[in-house]
């Protein structure tokens, strides 16, 4: 079994940064695509940032200059760096990784973290 673990989130101040991070582990051949998304509540839940396997990366236009997608291939590692943090974007963020695990690949979610951007 493969689990993604997020760790980070918490309150911030308008203008400040917070980095995540999400952890996979178990029985794991690759990782491949790692992407972050949020939801606040009443809303849907929405891409934040991805990732490719080739390393190309997509970011929303609400984060586009403000967060940074990035990972540690060796330690299975996938990062958020978020700078100049709005109250909107306020949420709980969520890692999705797809996952091989020597038989096959499929999409795997983290719990979420909490982030709050409030002074």
């Known amino acids: 079994q493969v689990q993604l673990v997020e760790s980070g989130g918490g309150l911030v101040q308008p203008g400040g940064s917070l980095t995540l991070s999400c952890a996979a582990s178990?029985?794991?051949?690759?990782?491949?695509?790692m992407a972050w998304y949020r939801q606040a509540p009443g809303n849907q839940r929405e891409l934040v940032a991805s990732l490719s396997a080739s390393g190309s990366t997509n970011y929303a236009d609400s984060v586009k200059g403000r967060f940074t997608i990035s990972r540690d291939y060796a330690k299975n590692m996938g990062y958020l760096q978020m700078n100049n943090l709005k109250p909107e974007d306020t949420a709980v963020y969520y890692c999705?990784?797809?996952?091989?695990?020597?038989?096959?690949?499929?999409?795997?979610w983290g719990q979420g973290t909490q982030v709050t951007v409030s002074s």
């Open positions: 178990g029985n794991i051949f690759s990782v491949y695509a």
């Open positions: 999705n990784a797809e996952v091989s695990d020597y038989l096959s690949s499929d999409f795997y």
